[in-house]
């Protein structure tokens, strides 16, 4: 499609046109269903391209009978041929006629990110000296990367704010066409911002007294058409920091989103919001200081239990094998149960299982005195079993189903008693 039909180009508030279909291609069917692609001999639908997305509408058509058609325009698409493709769920024969309404609040929309986001970029530019590298309209907010290595919080903010005094200003953004000649003379003499690797007439988008900016994308008449731009959050990418903000209204439902959370979240802490970075701070350091109080209640309490245990189990063979299973316990507190039990006395291995899911997280630990591998020990009977499973000398550990655990016993129960036997023979 030449660029003279892409109609949106020389009028982006135009909403409805008429066209004749040029070419229809086979459907493309997924679990949504079929949509066959349309092309036209000119169209006001803007196609995915340059970090924007596509336009979505309707055609409106006559059928044979006389009867007037609607079919939804879904999605459109320019190939590598330069041919702007319409996806629709019914199929149009080439030569029809047709008239195309465009989704106007969603094009408003991305006319006002995509002109901020030409805004916000010139400012960084110009303030910062930091060059977008990238852009993305999303559906709920927009980005661009920046090749800076860090924003101070001031900084931003200073940029935020010169970039809505310049929307209030309302300056005149316009369209205008330059050769590849001219486009790379002004590109070199820093009129011109960006320049893309096409040949042919250049479209450039300009804000008056701000930025000058090779463009084929939608833009609002003018900066105070944007409505007011706020920077949502900073984040450090691989390529410098990506920006995230908002324009118009969705810089409105965002800011009234932040209110709403904010005062509830006041009100279920009853205090106000200017109070609750303080009171969260304080909240906060209560909840570590906490958790290390039980820490340390979770340790002694093991320690407690872990030598109850271990009184009423007897030594058999110069070994106190205890075995034990909870239902009712975290697998965190059975692992240090088993710990503790292996500690608690010479010649004593704890062979422990946390019950409270299956399979079963089960824990071998040995005390000091005892020269085998609990982790070789683990591993070996739970490879028999098909199961996978290790650790240190010390404590080890891996999982079990209900109906293996019987069997796993045994196998660690056979291995603890012949290496424990094995090293006292060469002792």
């Not at 997924?30 to 949509?35: K, Q, T």
């Not at 493709?85 to 929309?109: C, K, M, N, Y």
């Not at 040949?199 to 833009?219: F, K, M, P, S």
């Not at 570590?288 to 063979?317: F, S």
Request: proline share 4%.
């Amino acid at each position: 499609m030449p660029d003279s039909d892409r109609l949106y180009y020389s009028d982006p508030f135009l909403r409805t046109f008429t066209a004749t279909v040029a070419d229809v291609r086979e459907p493309v069917t997924s679990d949504a269903g079929s949509l066959w692609q349309v092309s036209l001999d000119r169209s006001a639908f803007y196609p995915t391209s340059g970090g924007q997305p596509f336009d979505t509408g309707q055609f409106r058509t006559t059928s044979a009978s006389g009867s007037h058609i609607e079919i939804p325009v879904e999605q459109v698409e320019e190939d590598d041929a330069g041919t702007v493709w319409h996806s629709v769920p019914q199929p149009l024969t080439a030569g029809t006629q047709i008239e195309g309404e465009i989704d106007w609040a969603r094009r408003f929309d991305h006319m006002q990110q995509h002109t901020g986001q030409h805004l916000l970029s010139a400012v960084f530019a110009h303030e910062l000296h930091a060059s977008t590298v990238s852009f993305h309209l999303g559906q709920e907010t927009s980005t661009i990367d920046l090749n800076s290595s860090a924003i101070a919080h001031h900084s931003f903010e200073r940029v935020e704010r010169t970039a809505n005094e310049i929307i209030g200003e309302d300056r005149p953004v316009t369209i205008s066409y330059a050769s590849r000649a001219e486009a790379e003379a002004m590109l070199a003499s820093g009129e011109l911002r960006k320049l893309p690797d096409r040949e042919g007439a250049i479209r450039v988008i300009d804000i008056a007294d701000l930025d000058r900016n090779a463009c084929g994308g939608t833009h609002v008449r003018a900066t105070g058409q944007i409505g007011g731009l706020l920077i949502r959050r900073l984040e450090k990418v691989s390529r410098g920091v990506r920006v995230e903000f908002v324009c118009g209204l969705r810089a409105v439902r965002a800011a009234r989103t932040d209110a709403t959370i904010l005062a509830e979240t006041a009100a279920l802490l009853s205090t106000g919001a200017p109070e609750l970075p303080v009171l969260i701070k304080q909240m906060l350091a209560d909840g570590k200081a906490a958790a290390k109080d039980r820490q340390k209640l979770r340790e002694e309490l093991a320690i407690y239990q872990a030598a109850e245990i271990v009184k009423e189990a007897p030594v058999e063979g110069g070994l106190r094998l205890v075995v034990r299973g909870w239902k009712d316990r975290d697998r965190d507190m059975v692992r240090l149960l088993a710990s503790r039990a292996a500690a608690a006395a010479p010649s004593t291995v704890a062979l422990f299982r946390a019950e409270d899911a299956d399979p079963s997280r089960v824990f071998l630990a040995r005390s000091p005195d005892l020269k085998f591998n609990c982790g070789q020990i683990l591993k070996e009977a739970l490879a028999m079993l098909g199961l996978r499973g290790g650790g240190s000398p010390d404590l080890a550990q891996g999982e079990v189903p209900a109906r293996d655990e019987p069997s796993l016993r045994a196998l660690v129960t056979e291995a603890i008693h012949r290496t424990a036997a094995e090293v006292n023979k060469e002792a």
